[in-house]
């Protein structure tokens, strides 16, 4: 079992940044591609982006690429989403996600989710 627990989400006007983290527990970090998606009410869970497990290779969906970076520290079991120029329409519950690649998140298989954490941009 992987735990995952999100952090950082808050409200933050438009144009504003937030740092997201995600804490990983249970098992070997770096053994697992990891990532994010969001959910806003009403709406399908959506893709974010996804690093790999190895190389740190990256993966963003085209509304997050230019302003969201992905970024792992396994020496601290953390993977963390830095969201720059952030719009009204980035508001969703953020969830972070593991599995053993990093294509099956990408493809919405992953094994292991957390609580999310939510971020709110004001207009």
């Known amino acids: 079992q992987v735990q995952l627990v999100e952090s950082g989400g808050g409200l933050v006007q438009a144009g504003g940044s937030l740092r997201l983290s995600c804490a990983a527990s249970?098992?070997?970090?770096?053994?697992?591609?990891m990532g994010w998606f969001r959910q806003a009410p009403g709406k399908e869970r959506e893709f974010v982006a996804a690093?790999?497990?190895?190389?740190?290779?990256?993966y963003y969906t085209g509304s997050a690429k230019g302003r969201f970076t992905i970024s792992r520290d396994n020496a601290k079991n953390t993977v963390y989403l830095q969201m720059n120029s952030l719009k009204p329409e980035d508001t969703a519950v953020y969830h972070c996600?593991?599995?053993?690649?990093?294509?099956?998140?990408?493809?919405?298989?992953?094994?292991?989710w957390g609580q999310g954490t939510q971020v709110t941009v004001s207009s």
């Open positions: 249970g098992r070997t970090f770096s053994n697992y591609g």
């Open positions: 996600a593991a599995d053993r690649t990093m294509w099956r998140i990408i493809n919405g298989e992953y094994t292991y």
């Open positions: 690093i790999s497990r190895s190389d740190g290779s990256t």
